[in-house]
């Protein structure tokens, strides 16, 4: 399975830079108690990248 940012720059032509910037926005939202799922559906996600998200900002990936 492809990671979040890979999805992201695939799937909605989005440069490296605008993934980043989403990817980072989402988890903040996550950290002010918004459910994961529910923000990874609102892009078209499965939960199937909760862990990414979750993630991110530990791994510095994004």
């Excluded at 108690?33 to 939960?47: A, C, F, T, V």
Aim: glycine share 4%; proline share 5%.
């Amino acid at each position: 399975m492809k990671d979040l940012k890979t999805v992201l720059m695939t799937r909605d032509g989005m440069p490296e830079a605008a993934a980043d910037e989403l990817i980072a926005e989402m988890h903040e939202r996550v950290l002010d108690g918004e459910d994961p799922e529910d923000i990874l559906y609102e892009i078209g996600l499965e939960p199937d990248y909760v862990f990414d998200l979750l993630m991110s900002k530990i791994s510095n990936n994004y």
